[in-house]
């Protein structure tokens, strides 16, 4: 079975500084790990996945990840963070047979002005 | 591009009333289809996913069923409305078949209030 830790449940950070969401996993096979972002009342957006070809993944919006195997981690950061960044952050690997996925229980970010 | 649909985007139902909510996918074909529920406060819950018109899998036992008469249409649905059936359901699609991918991708959402 596959679980996922997201280890902060609220990061408050101001503008214009770095920001690190943290998130560790446990999977009994190599799984693929996702973040996605969810702003108030909206769906869920991709922000990157890792499927082991790069250790460090490249996503949207100046966000990156980098996974760590003998941490069992997948901490996403963001070199500054802007307002528009403020929402819930979900950490989520892939489940058996690819077709669930099992989400962390999420990060609120809010950006201090 | 490959888009997805959801509807009502908000819906207010009493107790005991039935329940339909509808998702579609456009720019795909034979997409494997998921509904989620999302409580307040806590993170999301998988209640049905589809890999095939007609073909349902239910992860957890409730007073909800899902239906996919069609191959890009996803319904879920209730005969009689609990209060803990509030929260905000989410559709999601992947590709499927031969192209079977992990990656999942939400549509909008629909904000349920049982009162």
């Known amino acids: 079975a596959q679980s996922v830790t997201q280890l902060d449940s609220h990061v408050s950070v101001s503008e214009g500084t770095p920001v690190l969401l943290r998130c560790n996993y446990s999977s009994s096979y190599s799984p693929s790990l996702f973040w996605y972002v969810q702003h108030p009342n909206k769906g869920l957006q991709l922000l990157l996945k890792?499927?082991?070809?790069?250790?460090l993944v490249k996503g949207i919006n100046g966000f990156e990840a980098e996974f760590k195997k003998s941490e069992t981690s997948f901490h996403l950061t963001k070199p500054s963070a802007h307002m528009s960044d403020a929402a819930e952050y979900f950490c989520?690997?892939?489940?058996?047979?690819?077709?669930?996925?099992?989400f962390g229980s999420g990060t609120r970010l809010q950006v201090q002005p | 591009s490959q888009t997805i649909h959801q509807w009502p985007a908000t819906l207010v139902q009493p107790v005991g009333s039935p329940l339909s909510l509808e998702c579609t996918v456009e720019g795909t074909s034979n997409p494997n289809l998921y509904w989620y529920r999302q409580a307040a406060g806590r993170g999301l819950q998988l209640l049905f996913y589809?890999?095939?018109?007609?073909?349902i899998s239910s992860e957890v036992p409730q007073n909800l069923s899902a239906s996919r008469p069609q191959d890009r249409q996803f319904i879920l649905s209730s005969k009689k409305l609990l209060l803990s059936d509030s929260g905000f359901y989410l559709c999601?699609?992947?590709?499927?078949?031969?192209?079977?991918?992990?990656?999942?991708?939400f549509g909008p959402g629909t904000r349920l209030t049982v009162l």
């Open positions: 989520v690997v892939s489940g058996a047979g690819r077709r669930a996925l099992t």
């Open positions: 999601a699609w992947s590709a499927g078949g031969t192209s079977f991918t992990d990656t999942q991708y």
């Open positions: 589809s890999v095939g018109i007609g073909q």
């Open positions: 890792y499927t082991s070809a790069a250790t």
